[in-house]
């Protein structure tokens, strides 16, 4: 059963780093630029009224950052008096959902009664020295079986799936399941090259992005090949970044001056839900599942929505999340991307941002950027970007894989409140 989220919560402060390759930033650095850039736009005079903090990382552990990671990038800033002392701090780690998760977890604490909280998602994805040694640390530990439903799904398609620490794995099962859907539904690889061309097209104009480029359709379609039939240009780069956002209830906002209010944003609906080990594209998909219960908490449907900004970890998923929110039927995610649906001006324009593949995913941080896109979408702030008029929009962020399904999806309805 989905929690109800019956007591209205607001966005009030939220702050991101651009998205980069950033050597000599620390996760301390990054933290305290979002940090500052969200107490800021919350003008919140006494940040000691914050009554927990939520941090999500993956990669620190890489970096040598193991004990008590949250409190190991905080601790210079409490040093430093810019954030508050005796703070409770949750460590979260979900992948690519790790921002979304610290999220809920402040967004739940405003529905148990607490009046202001914090989330945070930092990462460096960037090391100094031998990225094969990178990739094989972040893969250590999973045993061979995990990956057995994606080799029965290859060995139908004809394929072999091989991983070697000169490959992305991400990529090497995305193109998998890229296949299994050209298979069952017809989608061409043409239609995914489109969806990444809108993206790359769309970030020239965001200042956030790590890539600021256009591209056309053949453009991506000649790039890399990385993992048949996904070129580079389908897939988010490695980035550094971090992003932050307050999180209070309608008292504490009624307290705030006008100038806060007006800027505010209504959380309509949030949730998250795990995936499925056996289930298939016309099952229910941990994005499915998470995408019901949230249109149903905010008492809309995808028709409702002006703008979506989703996790396109490559641009196939791009294709296969708009199906799963509901945007266009199950297998017209293809031809809908195609028809210039999607893009600005469209009939539900995804990913203005430029997207993960553009924009930039640097992992755990990923999920309050997709938040800060759409508040500044919200707010009417996007200058050539802007879709004219939003006042409903969605994030959906995934992480992980379980089975065929992602393993843990959030999506969140935000609503401009002024």
Not at 110 to 130: F, Y
Not at 133 to 141: M, N, P, T
Not at 223 to 242: E, F, H, I, K, Q
Not at 293 to 301: H, L, N, P, R, W
Request: charged share 20%.
């Amino acid at each position: 059963m989905a929690y109800t989220g019956n007591r209205d919560t607001y966005i009030i402060g939220i702050g991101v780093t651009s998205v980069g390759r950033y050597p000599e930033r620390s996760f301390t650095d990054l933290v305290a630029d979002a940090y500052s850039t969200s107490v800021k736009d919350a003008q919140l005079a006494e940040p000691e009224r914050i009554e927990g903090t939520w941090l999500a990382n993956m990669y620190a552990d890489y970096w040598s950052m193991r004990a008590a990671r949250g409190l190991r990038i905080l601790a210079p800033l409490v040093e430093e008096g810019l954030f508050p002392n005796g703070q409770r701090i949750t460590n979260i780690e979900t992948g690519c959902a790790g921002a979304s998760a610290a999220f809920n977890g402040a967004w739940s604490a405003i529905q148990s009664g607490a009046d202001l909280t914090l989330a945070i998602g930092v990462e460096k994805m960037n090391p100094e020295g031998n990225v094969a040694e990178f990739i094989r640390w972040l893969d250590a530990g999973v045993p061979e079986s995990y990956w057995d439903a994606f080799r029965r799904l290859a060995h139908e398609l004809g394929i072999t799936l091989e991983f070697g620490p000169d490959r992305s794995l991400a990529m090497d099962l995305y193109a998998v399941l890229a296949m299994s859907h050209m298979r069952d539904y017809g989608t061409t690889i043409e239609q995914i090259a489109s969806a990444a061309a809108k993206n790359h097209t769309n970030a020239v104009h965001n200042p956030r992005a790590q890539y600021r480029f256009p591209m056309t359709t053949d453009q991506v379609l000649a790039d890399r090949m990385v993992a048949d039939p996904l070129t580079r240009a389908m897939a988010s780069p490695r980035g550094d970044g971090a992003g932050a956002v307050l999180v209070c209830s309608d008292d504490f906002l009624k307290k705030q001056p006008v100038s806060v209010r007006e800027r505010a944003i209504k959380v309509r609906g949030h949730s998250m839900a795990g995936g499925r080990i056996n289930t298939s594209w016309e099952g229910q998909r941990s994005p499915v599942v998470s995408a019901e219960q949230t249109y149903e908490m905010a008492g809309v449907q995808p028709s409702d929505l002006d703008l979506v900004e989703l996790h396109d970890a490559t641009s196939f998923a791009e294709i296969h999340l708009i199906e799963d929110l509901g945007l266009c039927a199950r297998g017209e995610g293809g031809p809908f991307t195609e028809s210039g649906a999607t893009q600005l001006g469209g009939k539900i324009p995804v990913n203005p941002s430029g997207g993960l593949v553009s924009r930039g995913h640097p992992i755990s941080a990923t999920g309050i950027m997709m938040l800060n896109e759409l508040a500044v979408q919200l707010r009417g702030e996007a200058g050539e970007s802007q879709v004219p008029n939003a006042r409903l929009a969605m994030a959906e962020n995934g992480g992980g894989l379980v089975g065929l399904d992602i393993a843990v999806t959030s999506t969140t309805i935000l609503e401009r409140a002024a």
